[in-house]
């Protein structure tokens, strides 16, 4: 299992950011995810695999400063 | 340090005008000519139509300057507001102050937003705004006492030279036992010697029992502030609530605090931690997106960035409540206790370090190739103390290294030094050669447009080479965010009104990740709404942040989550509540639309203010030169294929440098005429006569700048 905002949510084999945010209703303005603390952006999303008990943020829409 | 001498030689005394939904209805101007202080009521048709804020110091400075003034002449007035809604404790951002002035860079009004207790303070002790005018002979400190109901002018002596210990001195001495009741204005060295002087605004920081500072960075308001020999100005106020701003409705005030704060408790922790690390969490997510300025924004990522984001800064910065404004929630003016500087005049010393930001961790930081946490806490200790805007330290220094390296500028003109890209020591010695006046550091200081002057001039450098990499529009350096894939944030950037700022409008990631806005009536709708909902928060003496860096829950449902619409509702209820004036939405928009033509116009009547001017340098736009092409050249090369059916089978790498600078300059100026048609411009630039009609700017002497320039 992971935790994504603070949701259990089944983990799987091979499960990717990009392939978790597919299963997600609109998160297509998630271009920033934090996973056990450390921030993932979303040229990363396709290559970054997603460990078992993982606790997962989607961030919201970046703002800027 | 001997003891500090404060002469008086003018006081007054006057009956407060009580604050009441929100307004005092008065300003309050020193001359500095003649020292007069001169308290005027504010007409209702003012109030109206400029709302309070960026609008009542621009409508001063308006009638203060003519077309001719020099941002060093006597009539240049430096003018510092709140807003209606400033001053409310408990409500995330509630309490900033805006500065405006003629800048030394740029010839035209300039505008800054900055936290501390000054505004807040200076309004109710009877003061919306504040106007600064002439010029004084001898060093001056100004006090605005709203405990005593005095205002007094001191000539002074012996007070520490930069704004760190001038600030502490200040605030003990004009009240030792509640220092909690002062807030401090002041520049610094750096600001009387260079043209990108900022203003350091002070609030007693009650937890560690000391004094804090943020700065009114953009555009050199702290080197007018110098040039008028202007050593501080200080308000004095007690204890300030809810009740303080008489708000029409105090029930709905509470309320619409309370739901916004609540928030922001419960839900910046789980989306961008400001709460902890500020805003050094954009460091790795401008990296990641390619979009973080490294060597004088050729490239937008590094690998050594890691050491200067979040992961480092989470575990330097003090804990405790780091609010600029009293009770905010967001609370992400963060600093560092105890930095030891290894340069200058605090060498070995220790002392507090307020900051740093995303934007002097990526100006001074990745822009400059230093790689180094704690040089970085170090060169946003000297801007501050020294009165420097970290952001055109940055950028210029990005320049002067990238000149340095190609041999445009050498040794024989820096004094001896290497400037190469990641110089630190090099980098600090420039920064306090600024604070000093001297050497090659002198000439840095006066920014990139006459740098590149200079360089051409007297040190036979490329002109046309200078113009592409110099990243300053309108003569404001650029701030820290890489544009190249993004041609509605070139737009952000270059058609906002003071220079290149991102506090208009910031819309890389709508356009260029999300592709939000694919179309240039896209962005031009983005390139009017954003800017004008931005320059709301200017009027009414807030900070942005709260709106849209902690959003609700559900605004990724919303079909427009970039506007944060929930958020924007609170706002037009916060309004109401303080002011009475029932509100909705989109009468935000309508009040900053008037402000934001007015502001246009008044570039106008400064000889600026049309298409020319909303130019930005190539190095915003796309790859300057064969190496930074090569850095994305997969990118660029689909870009020649697909977008522009190109055959570049055959084509140099320099061949494709021009081609796709051609179809990238081509866009800009397409993009341009789309936004002036949105906002009702002319394809020169110039708000139209119906334009200023519907927003109620039609006055004559608005009508009299329009003919001028052709408009009737
Ligand atoms: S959000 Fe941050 S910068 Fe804005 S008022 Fe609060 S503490 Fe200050």
Redesign the pocket.
């Known amino acids: 299992m992971i935790e994504v905002d603070e949701k259990q949510i089944e983990w799987s084999e091979n499960m990717t950011i990009a392939s978790l945010l597919e299963t997600l209703d609109n998160s297509e303005f998630c271009s920033v995810v934090r996973i056990n603390g450390k921030l993932f952006s979303s040229p990363l999303f396709a290559e970054t695999m997603i460990s078992d008990n993982s606790k997962i943020q989607l961030l919201p829409l970046v703002a800027g400063g | 340090m001997g003891q500090i001498h404060l002469k008086e030689i003018k006081s007054i005394s006057y009956e407060k005008s009580e604050v009441k939904k929100g307004y005092t209805d008065q300003s309050l101007r020193i001359n500095l000519d003649s020292n007069d202080i001169i308290i005027n009521p504010i007409e209702d048709k003012i109030k109206d139509k400029f709302i309070g804020g960026k609008g009542y110091d621009l409508w001063l400075m308006w009638n203060n300057v003519n077309g001719d003034t020099k941002w060093n002449d006597p009539e240049n007035t430096v003018c510092i507001s709140s807003g209606p809604l400033g001053g409310t404790p408990g409500y995330?951002?509630?309490?900033?102050s805006i500065v405006t002035a003629i800048s030394p860079l740029t010839g035209a009004p300039i505008d800054s937003n900055v936290?501390g207790y000054f505004g807040p303070y200076k309004k109710f002790s009877g003061f919306d705004v504040i106007q600064i005018d002439g010029k004084s002979n001898k060093d001056i400190v100004i006090l605005i006492d709203g405990i005593e109901n005095t205002i007094k002018l001191f000539n002074v002596k012996n007070l520490p030279e930069d704004s760190y210990e001038l600030s502490d001195v200040l605030t003990r001495h004009f009240d030792e036992t509640k220092p909690v009741n002062v807030s401090v204005v002041t520049a610094g060295p750096g600001a009387e010697h260079t043209y990108f002087g900022c203003l350091n605004f002070s609030w007693w920081d009650a937890g560690r029992k000391m004094v804090r500072y943020?700065q009114a960075g953009r555009g050199g308001i702290g080197t007018v502030f110098a040039n008028k020999k202007v050593k501080a100005v200080v308000a004095r106020y007690g204890a300030v609530s809810m009740k303080t701003n008489s708000p029409a409705d105090l029930t709905a005030l509470k309320a619409v605090t309370k739901t916004h704060a609540k928030e922001i408790h419960t839900l910046d922790p789980k989306q961008n931690r400001?709460a902890v690390v500020?805003t050094t969490h954009l460091v790795p997510i401008m990296n990641d997106h390619d979009c973080l300025p490294v060597h004088n924004f050729k490239f937008g990522s590094h690998p050594e960035s890691k050491v200067i984001g979040e992961e480092v800064y989470e575990h330097i910065f003090d804990k405790g409540f780091?609010?600029?404004?009293k009770g905010?929630?967001?609370?992400?003016?963060h600093g560092v206790k105890d930095f030891s500087p290894f340069t200058g005049p605090y060498r070995g010393k220790k002392v507090f370090v307020d900051g740093p930001e995303y934007e002097t961790v990526a100006g001074c930081g990745s822009n400059l190739g230093i790689f180094d946490a704690q040089t970085i806490l170090e060169i946003n200790f000297y801007c501050d103390a020294y009165g420097l805007d970290t952001i055109s330290v940055g950028t210029s220094l990005g320049f002067v290294m990238e000149c340095f390296e190609n041999h445009q500028i050498t040794i024989d003109h820096t004094g001896g030094m290497d400037l190469s890209f990641g110089s630190r020591f090099n980098a600090l010695e420039i920064i306090h050669q600024m604070a000093r006046g001297e050497g090659f550091g002198s000439i840095v200081g006066k920014g990139i447009r006459k740098m590149k002057a200079i360089f051409a001039k007297d040190f036979g450098a490329n002109a046309a080479f200078m113009q592409d990499i110099g990243m300053e529009s309108k003569g404001l350096e650029f701030s820290e965010y890489i544009t190249k894939e993004s041609l509605a944030q070139q737009g952000g950037y270059g058609l906002a009104l003071k220079g290149p700022q991102h506090d208009e409008a910031w819309l890389i990631f709508l356009d260029m990740v999300h592709n939000f806005m694919p179309t240039f009536a896209n962005k031009a709708e983005a390139l009017h709404w954003f800017p004008m909902f931005r320059t709301w928060f200017a009027l009414c003496g807030l900070?942005?942040?709260?709106w849209n860096?902690i959003v609700p829950e559900d605004n990724k449902n919303n079909p427009e989550p970039a506007k944060v619409v929930k958020h924007v509702g609170w706002y037009a209820d916060f309004f109401s509540a303080v002011t009475g004036r029932k509100t909705g939405p989109e009468d935000l928009i309508s009040m900053s639309e008037a402000v934001y033509n007015f502001q246009r116009i008044f570039n106008l009547k400064m000889g600026y203010g049309t298409r020319e001017h909303d130019t930005v340098p190539y190095r915003a736009v796309g790859p300057v030169t064969v190496e930074e092409y090569k850095s994305r050249q997969k990118r660029y090369d689909d870009q020649l294929i697909e977008k522009y059916n190109l055959d570049i089978s055959d084509m140099t790498s320099e061949e494709k440098v021009a081609s796709l600078r051609q179809k990238r300059e081509e866009q800009y100026e397409v993009l341009k005429d789309a936004v002036y048609e949105r906002r009702g411009w002319t394809q020169n630039g110039i708000p139209t006569i119906e334009t200023v009609k519907r927003l109620g700017i039609d006055f004559p002497e608005v009508l009299e700048v329009l003919k001028k320039n052709g408009v009737e």
Do not use: E, H, T
């Open positions: 995330p951002g509630g309490g900033k936290g943020k400001m500020g780091d609010g600029c404004w905010c929630a967001v609370a992400c003016a900070c942005k942040l709260p860096d």
